[in-house]
């Protein structure tokens, strides 16, 4: 079981939330709700939690990640052949995806599991543009650049970035 830090707060009267930061589970609570009431709070908010993670970790199968593929493609790079694989892989510490134009093969970082749905869909869509278009020029970019959010996508992967060396 992981660890479960409760915070009460002076300032907090009647709204409760939660978090996880690594393997800690952090509830915040307002310093006037009795124990009792405590307990049935943290024992609800950990079982949400519990939820929602579970659900993401269904979603982000590699079925759901090629599903997710196919619908990008249709909407953003239909001039795109059909991918004939996409799937998560553990050996990519360096970059965030990879792509093989003459197998048709797309690989996503597992590091990206647990980011934002729209920097999956995102790096997607960059992976699936290789299929048509190799290198990164301005053709690269007006393709890429169909998904509304990239820009948003890669400035906050290169703040992840950015934040990993600063913490080697």
């Known amino acids: 079981m992981a660890e479960i830090e409760v915070r009460r707060s002076a300032r907090r009267k009647r709204t409760v939330s939660a978090r996880r930061e690594g393997d800690r589970t952090i ?14 709070v943290v024992a609800e908010l950990v079982a949400k939690l519990d939820a929602r993670e579970s659900r993401r ?4 199968s590699d079925e759901s990640l090629a599903r997710r593929a196919a619908d990008l493609a249709a909407r953003y790079v239909p001039e795109a052949p059909t991918p ?53 020029g301005p053709s690269f970019d007006a ?25 080697s």
């Open 143 to 167: 393709v890429a650049g169909r998904h509304p959010r990239m820009a948003e996508a890669m400035a906050f992967l290169d703040g992840v970035s950015w934040q990993q060396r600063r913490g």
């Open 84 to 136: 004939t694989s996409v799937r998560w892989v553990t050996n990519q510490n360096s970059r965030w995806g990879s792509c093989t134009p003459a197998d048709g093969t797309i690989r996503l970082s597992h590091r990206l599991r647990d980011m934002p749905e729209h920097v999956i869909d995102a790096v997607l869509v960059h992976e699936i543009t290789h299929l048509v278009v190799s290198g990164h």
């Open 57 to 60: 970790r269904i979603a982000r």
């Open 27 to 40: 509830v915040m609570v307002p310093a006037s709700m009795s124990k009792r009431e405590e307990a049935r």
